[in-house]
């Protein structure tokens, strides 16, 4: 399996290993302006390739994260998740779009969905975004 973002269309894809077409869901990448802790400007997971993995978290990080986890390596991590502090239910399927502070963002439904498809995979996947 692999998995593409395509940053102009908000989408990302998922393919099996005959570069197959699974599915695909909206994701976002808008973000915060600003800086973070270290004083660097804020920005979205940049372009390149990643191996995520993933996880079903039930909210188990809170409201800002959702009910799903997928860890890029990225050094800043800036990884993918759903939630979202103003939301009226971060924990909703469906929860509405909020800016994080540099991540990818799905709705907690179709992330979820992705990441068991990550996970049944055996949680080493790669992730191209562009």
């Known amino acids: 399996m692999k998995i593409e973002f395509d940053r ?7 393919y099996d290993n005959d ?3 699974i599915n695909s869901w909206e994701c976002r990448d808008d973000f915060v302006e600003g800086f973070n802790n270290d004083g660097v400007p804020r920005e979205s997971l940049p372009n390149g390739s990643y191996n995520v993995s993933a996880e079903i978290t039930n909210g ?23 939630g979202g502090a ?5 924990f909703a399927p469906y929860q509405g779009w909020i800016p994080t502070y540099g991540c990818l963002r799905m709705q907690n439904a179709d992330g979820e969905k992705l990441s068991k498809l990550i996970i049944e995979d055996g949680n080493n996947v790669p992730l191209w975004v562009h």
């Open 60 to 82: 188990k990080y809170g409201i800002s994260y959702g009910t799903f986890y997928i860890t890029t390596g990225d050094p800043r991590g800036r990884d993918i998740h759903g």
């Open 86 to 90: 103003g939301c009226d239910d971060p």
């Open 19 to 21: 570069n197959s077409f």
């Open 8 to 14: 102009s269309k908000q989408v990302i894809f998922a």
